[in-house]
């Protein structure tokens, strides 16, 4: 699968053949064991839902009956609260067990005008069944009783669903794909180089959010978040946390910050597949790492600086040169893999840590203003 135009707009790949046929097909097996022996009348909604009809009442094992009803409640890529009912029931249902076969429900508009259309027509049980929810989307009360496949509240196309007449076509889903101008940066630096220091100036100058890994440990294992429990119960047998937890805990840090000019990552990647994994997760996003920023100080400097900042902070491994030195030595050795990484593809920047920290500031924006 790859990415498609339709009029204006770019679409990425989303959801395949398979996982769609595989939806369906669990659908019809669960409606049809719920149902026994009775035989339903399926009603597609029009236009969307014709590809997911067609192919549900093939794979539906048991007797039934099909009809359309036509709504409209979409205009471009935005769902609108005018439905309106365009061809209506032809056939008497009184008595009979109807189960409504939607493409999408999203804010579930369109559920309010089908409650009222079947409600007159005096069924024995009306039944909700949607390939796609957004539950992020959805305003209603109404029970959905099948859901195939919960997805975001994003844009999509294909398996009968359109952007503006073109993509219902498509056998699999596609995702609108949005350009977000962001700025996101893996800042480094060893033990003593001030690199929180200029963090904070850096988010507060960009508008940029600053995601400490640590931070992000810490307060998922204290709020007991299912992530950091899955964490802890690592952490308490002494083994190292899978990439995929931490990957997760970032991907909801950055989820929640949706709408950010851009994002300073802290203490994460250390290693090239996490590297790799924050790549794919940014790749997710519409967006990328921009570059990776390591503060670069003289070995020297680094243990005057910290041998300094032991006698006020009360920290022991600030008042041990040769804890220090070893520190400084394990953060040359996990950088080493990196530099590499993003120098391969042209996104590693060393920067001058020396100097005042409004020489250092002034340094950092300089790459930064270029990216």
């Not at 005008?113 to 957004?134: G, P």
């Not at 196309?157 to 699999?172: C, E």
């Not at 203490?267 to 390591?294: C, V």
């Amino acid at each position: 699968m790859n990415t498609i135009k339709l009029h204006d707009k770019e679409f990425k790949p989303f959801i395949s053949e398979q996982q769609i046929d595989a939806a369906v097909t669990k659908m019809a097996q669960d409606v049809a064991n719920d149902l026994g022996d009775e035989v339903p009348v399926f009603v597609g909604i029009l236009n969307g839902s014709f590809m997911l009809v067609s192919d549900f009442v093939k794979k539906y094992p048991k007797p039934c009956e099909v009809t359309f009803i036509k709504l409209a409640s979409y205009e471009g890529v935005k769902s609108t609260e005018d439905i309106q009912r365009l061809i209506g029931l032809t056939q008497d249902l009184t008595g009979r067990t109807v189960v409504i076969l939607e493409d999408i429900i999203d804010t579930g508009n369109t559920l309010n005008e089908i409650h009222r259309i079947f409600k007159n027509e005096n069924v024995k049980q009306l039944v909700i069944a949607t390939l796609f929810y957004k539950p992020e989307a959805y305003k209603k009360d109404f029970k959905l009783h099948y859901v195939g496949i919960e997805i975001p509240n994003k844009f999509i196309v294909g398996y009968g669903l359109d952007y503006d007449g073109l993509g219902r076509d498509l056998p699999a889903v596609y995702q609108l794909k949005t350009t977000q101008h962001m700025t996101n940066l893996v800042l480094f630096g060893p033990p003593g180089a001030g690199k929180g220091t200029q963090a904070n100036f850096l988010k507060e100058k960009y508008n940029l959010v600053h995601i400490s890994t640590g931070d992000v440990f810490r307060f998922n294992i204290k709020n007991e978040t299912a992530l950091g429990m899955l964490a802890k119960s690592y952490m308490d047998k002494g083994e190292l946390v899978p990439d995929q937890v931490t990957i997760d805990m970032l991907n909801a840090e950055v989820e929640k910050n949706a709408d950010a000019n851009g994002f300073i990552f802290d203490g994460f990647p250390r290693t090239n597949a996490q590297a790799e994994a924050l790549d794919k997760l940014m790749e997710e996003k519409d967006s990328q790492i921009n570059a990776m920023i390591a503060l670069e100080v003289d070995d020297e400097i680094l243990v005057e600086r910290l041998l300094e900042r032991g006698k006020s902070s009360g920290r022991a491994d600030d008042a041990d040169e040769s804890i220090i030195r070893n520190r400084i030595t394990e953060y040359y050795n996990k950088t080493a893999i990196l530099k590499d990484y993003y120098s391969a593809q042209d996104k590693y920047f060393g920067v001058d840590g020396v100097g005042s920290i409004e020489e250092i500031t002034v340094r950092l924006c300089a790459v930064i203003d270029k990216l």
